[in-house]
């Protein structure tokens, strides 16, 4: 009878110390599963902290990079109007303009003729002290006198349209001659003196600021000394 009792007080001391080890062994797994799951959230809160950091700065770094485009563009077409107006200077000396080789002063409106046809408009304005011929296809006006000299030449070329009033200042400064011509638009002429021969206008639009055309004159041929008429200044 005892060892039975004992048999059973050994069965029983067994099962308590085995459920003990299952219960032990189920809450390490537990926590260890809980720690593990704590660390993985917490990585993944980092990657996402580290991804949020990264658009930011690559969102920041896309907006300095557009800015310093822009920038880079601007400059590049400043340098471009900035030479373009130096040729337009270099040439008005000479009494030319850009897309014409004929010389202002020194040229009658039948040589013209004969190496572009015939002209698309012809008027006389009194104004401007002559008759004015178009060659629309040349984008080029001519101004001539009486005597059929050429005395002012107009440049429509579009490259022209490209450049803005602060464009001129900042490579030839204010200009020492300001006009306003009434139309449709209303237009601004900044005129400069090139030599002792020659001046050179930029008509600009008041509507959009930039250059319509350009002029090259040569005051000397608007001069009428039998009608006692001093010619145009400008």
Known sequence: MRKYSLLIALVVIASVFTGYLLYSNFNTKQRENQQ????????????????????????????????????????VSENRNGDLINQIVSLAKEGKVINCDFVTGKTTIDDIEKV????????????????????????????????????????????LQAISRSDIENVLGKAPYKATVSGTPNQTVLGYTMNSDYKLEFVISDTT???DHVNVLYPDATVNSMADDPGRKW
């Open 209 to 211: 600021n930039l250059v």
């Open 36 to 75: 593990s799951q704590s660390q993985k959230t917490a990585t993944n809160d980092i990657s996402a902290s580290d991804n949020n950091t990264n658009d930011v700065e690559n969102s920041s770094n896309d907006s300095n990079n557009d800015n310093g485009s822009k920038q880079d563009e601007n400059s």
């Open 116 to 159: 572009y046809g015939n002209p698309d408009k012809q008027e006389y304005i009194s104004s401007a002290k002559g008759t004015y011929t178009t060659f629309t296809k040349k984008d080029l006006v001519f101004g001539f006198n009486k005597g059929m000299q050429v005395f002012e030449t107009r440049s429509f070329d579009p490259r």
